[in-house]
C-alpha cells in the first residue's frame, strides 16, 4: 500500500550573505520567480548543474531559470534533506 504523500522535499536553508539579499528583494514578480526556483530545487537538489571546484566540501551547484531570470547557487547536505542557498541573483 502507498502512502498518500508526494516525493519529499528538502528543506531550504540560506547562508547569512543569501538571506541578506533576500531582504532586498522586494518586487513581487521578482519574490514569485524566485519562489518557483526554491521549489523546483527543493523537490529536485539535482536540478541544478555542479560547478568546478575543491572536492573537500560540499558541491557547489548551480540552478537557472532563463525564463524567469533566477540565478541560485546553493549545495545540498549529506543526507539531502537540507538544501544550502549561498547566492541569489533575481
Known amino acids: 500500500m502507498t502512502s498518500g504523500h508526494g516525493p519529499r522535499r528538502a ?3 540560506f547562508s ?6 533576500l531582504e532586498n528583494i522586494t518586487s513581487e514578480a521578482d519574490i514569485h520567480a524566485l519562489d518557483r526556483a ?4 527543493s523537490f529536485a ?5 555542479p ?4 572536492t573537500t ?3 557547489l551547484r548551480q540552478y537557472t ?3 524567469e531570470a533566477v540565478r541560485i547557487l546553493y549545495f545540498v547536505t ?8 549561498a547566492y541569489i541573483e533575481v
Open 78 to 85: 549529506a543526507l539531502r534533506t537540507v538544501v544550502v542557498i
Open 38 to 41: 526554491l521549489v523546483v530545487i
Open 51 to 54: 560547478l568546478p571546484g575543491d
Open 65 to 67: 531559470d532563463d525564463i
Open 16 to 21: 547569512e550573505s543569501a538571506a541578506k539579499q
Open 45 to 49: 537538489p539535482d536540478a541544478g548543474v
Open 11 to 13: 528543506r531550504i536553508a
Open 57 to 59: 566540501g560540499p558541491q
